[in-house]
Structures are given as C-alpha cells and as structure tokens.
C-alpha cells in the first residue's frame, strides 16, 4: 500500500514569512495533486502535476514535483493569514482512487 | 452554481443509534465519492459510485456502514448502529473526471 508522508506536520510562521512543505511517496506517483483544506471545510484542488521535474506557480505558491516522481514540494512567498490551513498531497491511484498524505497544518500568524 | 452540498453539517446522536448523512452532488457529475477524515487516519475513502452504481466499496470499515445513490443527485452514508469510534468528519465529493474533485463541507458526526 502506497504511503504518503508530508512534512512538516505542523507549522507556525508570521506574516510575510516564506516556508516550504514536503511530500514523499513509497513509490512512484501516478499524478500528484495538492489540496488546501481551510477549517470547518472540504479540501480545495490547488494543482495537478503529472511529469517529474514539473513547477507549477500559482500567484505566491510554487509546486514542484521530484524528478523521478516520489517526492513534492510546495514554497509559499511571503505567506499571509489566509495561507492557513490544513495541505494535502494526494495520489491517483488506478481511474479514481486518490491516497490522501498525512497532512500539514499550517498557521500564519499576522 | 451550486456546489456539493451536504446534511447536516454537525450530527451528535448516543452510541446504538442510526446516522444518516446526506449529499447532493454537483449537476451533470457522475463520480460520487464518500471520505472519512480523522486525526489519526487522515482522510479515507470509503466508496466511490460511478453513475450512481457502487464500483469501489472496499474502504467501507464494516457491515454497520452502507451507502446509496438511488439518483445523480442523491447519495446516503448510513451507520447503524453507530459506535463511539465512527465519530469523524465525513465528506462526500463529486467529479465529471477522474482529475478533479469537489469537495463539500463535511458532516461532523460525534457519538458519545
């Protein structure tokens, strides 16, 4: 069975702050995908990424997928109140079965 | 545009009872999925329905657990009966593809 293991589990930072969180696969991912999960609601789809050596930026947040796809990365520049959260890494696992990570929860303090 | 919706959003009933959870997927969807999110386990799927048919019921944790979809925009999670170790944050999801869900705000059930 496939794990995912994100790091850091918690993280605390202050406004402005830039930080980075990591996720890392037993095996080889299918297509990796990152989710923010705000409290008290359901996970949001941030990115898809799929080839080894990928980045993708989406406004202040950076994704870049591991060249021999087993590990991720997300930076966030110059992080704000809204950046808290709960982030996931995910797997496609066969058509439809995602593996969730464990998770970083995320708290940026203003 | 609507997104998924889900009922109740907080749920409280004693261990013994029966819990029904409640979705409404996005119109013109056909995947449904139901999760389980804990601290300790993280999220879980426990089924997927694929133009309301179950394909995937193997994340179901055992027979108190049974879940629907009799149309595109209905599905139910029944326990029955409940036990203090099914409280979690339950959350049903949809999709027109296998790369993209929607999520819907969960149901928080607690079971004393």
């Not at chain 1, 589990?9 to 999960?37: A, D, H, K, M, P």
């Not at chain 1, 930026?57 to 590990?71: E, I, P, Y």
């Not at chain 1, 995602?98 to 995320?106: D, Q, S, V």
């Not at chain 2, 998924?4 to 959870?21: A, K, N, Y």
Request: net charge neutral.
């Amino acid at each position: 069975t496939q794990l995912l293991e994100q790091s850091p589990q918690f993280l605390s930072i202050q406004e402005g702050e830039n930080l980075t969180v990591y996720c890392n696969s037993s095996s080889v991912f299918s297509s990796l995908q990152w989710y923010r999960q705000e409290p008290g609601e359901g996970p949001v789809l941030l990115v898809t990424v799929v080839t080894g050596g990928e980045v993708k930026k989406l406004k202040r947040l950076t994704f870049q997928f591991g060249d021999a796809r087993k590990d991720s990365s997300l930076h966030i520049t110059a992080a704000q109140p809204g950046d808290t959260g709960l982030y996931l890494c995910a797997d496609l696992s066969g058509t439809y079965k995602y593996i969730f990570g464990t998770g970083t929860r995320l708290k940026v303090l203003a | 545009d609507a997104g998924v919706i889900q009922s109740p959003r907080h749920e409280v009933t004693e261990m013994g009872q029966e819990v029904t959870l409640r979705c409404k997927p996005i119109s013109g969807h056909n995947s449904l999925f139901w999760y389980r999110q804990t601290m300790m386990r993280g999220l879980e799927l426990l089924i997927y329905f694929n133009n309301n048919v179950p394909i995937d019921d193997s994340g179901m944790p055992e027979d108190r657990f049974s879940a629907k979809m009799p149309n595109a925009s209905f599905s139910t999670l029944k326990i029955q009966p409940s036990e203090p170790r099914d409280s979690a944050v339950y959350f049903c999801a949809s999709s027109s593809n296998s790369y993209e869900q929607y999520f819907g705000p969960g149901t928080r059930l607690t079971v004393t």
